[in-house]
């Protein structure tokens, strides 16, 4: 194989397709065990850690941020929101600009690739670990399917495997025999370098933020227990008469400790144990509860960008919040899936492209990109866009695909069409057929529209001209004399002020010998032939 390197220049290694990953040769990462810095943690445990990892050795911050996300409910709870956006999102590869046909079919070729990754949102879920430690890192298995080299699996490795050499901290290498770490072997990582915040990247993760609220809170949750430990429970005080023995006393003692947890003693008819309401005070428990829903508030804002309790009264009673609560915040979803999106492009999209189809410019390398635009409301843009093009507002057809995340067609793409033209329209707007022998409902009556459709089902407007010649050959006298004669019952029911159901129930009696089907077809007849001899006398 010629001589290829990564995107950063760094030469590829022969190893990395082999059997054996680069950690199997770092075996005693494996057998180095978490050490937990969570327990007795202190304001000062915890400076003196966070110090550690800014001189580069990650260990114990690593521990840290692993527990915080095991012990603390909230933080797990709403860091899984903010990672797991990401999983709902579509995806696709796209050609760099102006793709030539080459370009075009390799960046195909990589789509179907991806689609047959392994354990693909389990790896996106792995690198967004990230998000909290400020990178992630996973160990890239490589197979081969005949000619083509394929990624067989994506181990998640701990942060606490890794550290920065002390000339340069935004730098990770493996923790081994040498001093300043081993490199890691190009096309053997992927490697999710997240920005929560700007700085090197031991200080770059979201958790240095939440490690402060996290100290606070487990204080005042110690503080909460003492408390109800002491006063959450009635106070049992036994009474003994005057002359008690020692004895005696002391079985009273034991009857008063015990029956708090066997629920059951015996004393003598001499002896009396009297419980006394749990202690209240002005504020008992609220003092603690208040620092634990401030720690909880800041670590919403944290992760998520609000909270849900964040109103003046520090209420959670509103549906509204409650739904924006649940929702990461647009502006952090996209910029996860940015970053995490340079991350694919770089170390897989690039890395499978150049072991099969040889070294390429990585300027024009196919990108990975996460769909995270919003759609917009279909239903507004299609009242509003004809009207405003109808009043000569120069709207790009390019600017409306993207406003609607509706992706431009190409060359050989199948278009959705109408099969019948007339189906375009609101159902109100749609013409009432006028064929012999087809069934109208009455309520269609009313939605009659001066518009006519041919056997096709295509819509015709008349012109002036049509409409002349259809006037002049109608039997003007004979129809009005006819329709006198069928109409009357119905302008006399309308004169009343019936409804136009009463009103056809009344064409109905008098003319018995008529259905349903010949009342509609005769009607609509007529309200068409009233139409066109308006528009030819009126002047409409």
């Not at 081969?144 to 550290?163: A, N, T």
């Not at 999710?192 to 609220?213: C, T």
């Not at 079985?251 to 008819?269: F, Q, S, T």
């Not at 009103?503 to 009696?509: H, K």
């Amino acid at each position: 194989m010629p001589q290829i390197v990564d995107m950063n220049g760094q030469p590829f290694q022969r190893e990395v397709l082999g059997e054996q990953p680069q950690t199997a040769q770092l075996s005693w990462l494996r057998y180095s065990w978490e050490a937990h810095p969570s327990r007795g943690l202190t304001p000062q445990k915890l400076a003196r850690l966070l110090e550690d990892a800014e001189r580069g050795h990650l260990i114990d911050q690593s521990d840290l941020f692993t527990d915080m996300e095991e012990k603390d409910a909230h933080i797990f709870s709403e860091m899984s929101k903010r990672k797991r956006v990401l999983l709902t999102l579509d995806w696709d590869i796209k050609p760099p600009r102006n793709a030539s046909a080459g370009e075009k079919a390799l960046t195909e070729e990589v789509r179907e690739w991806f689609q047959d990754l392994p354990g693909f949102e389990d790896m996106l879920l792995d690198c967004l670990d990230g998000i909290g430690h400020g990178f992630s890192a996973l160990e890239i298995g490589w197979k081969q399917l005949g000619r083509l080299w394929f990624p067989k699996s994506f181990e998640h490795r701990p942060q606490r495997w890794f550290m920065n050499p002390w000339f340069d901290r935004d730098q990770i290498r493996l923790r081994g025999i040498n001093v300043d770490g081993e490199p890691l072997w190009p096309f053997g990582w992927v490697v999710h370098r997240h920005k929560a915040k700007s700085g090197y990247i031991g200080r770059a993760g979201l958790h240095r933020i939440l490690a402060w609220p996290y100290l606070f809170k487990n204080y005042s949750v110690r503080d909460l227990a003492e408390f109800l430990e002491i006063y959450g429970l009635p106070l049992r005080v036994g009474k003994y008469p005057a002359g008690a023995t020692a004895d005696e006393k002391n079985a009273l003692l034991r009857a008063v400790a015990e029956i708090g947890h066997n629920a059951a003693g015996i004393i003598p008819d001499s002896m009396l144990i009297e419980f006394q309401e749990a202690a209240k005070g002005n504020s008992g428990h609220m003092p603690h509860m208040a620092m634990m829903e401030w720690c909880e508030r800041s670590q919403s804002k944290a992760i998520l960008g609000g909270t849900l309790t964040s109103q003046a009264d520090g209420k959670s009673s509103t549906h509204a919040l409650g739904n924006v609560h649940n929702e990461v915040r647009h502006d952090l979803m996209t910029s996860d899936a940015r970053q995490l999106a340079a991350t694919l492009t770089r170390d897989i999209v690039y890395a499978m492209i150049v072991l099969n189809r040889g070294q390429i410019d990585p300027t024009r390398c196919p990108q990975f990109a996460f769909e995270t635009r919003e759609p917009e409301d279909l239903k507004l843009y299609a009242e509003a866009l004809p009207k405003l093009v109808g009043i000569g507002l120069p709207i790009t057809k390019k600017w409306a695909l993207m406003k609607l995340s509706i992706p431009e067609a190409e060359d050989g793409d199948e278009l959705l069409t109408i099969p019948q033209p007339i189906m375009a329209l609101p159902p109100e707007e749609r013409p009432l057929p006028v064929k012999p022998g087809q069934t109208q409902a009455r309520a269609q009556l009313p939605r009659y529209r001066a518009v006519m459709s041919n056997d096709h089902g295509e819509i015709v407007y008349p012109d002036q001209h049509a409409l002349d010649q259809a006037a002049d050959s109608l039997p003007h006298a004979t129809l009005a004399a006819g329709m006198d004669t069928l109409l009357a019952p119905v302008i006399t029911a309308l004169k009343a002020g019936e409804t136009p159901d009463a009103a056809i129930e009344a064409l109905l009696a008098a003319q018995p010998s008529m259905d349903d089907e010949t009342v509609a077809t005769l009607l609509a007849r007529a309200l068409f032939v009233a139409d066109l001899w308006g528009r030819v006398n009126g002047g409409h």
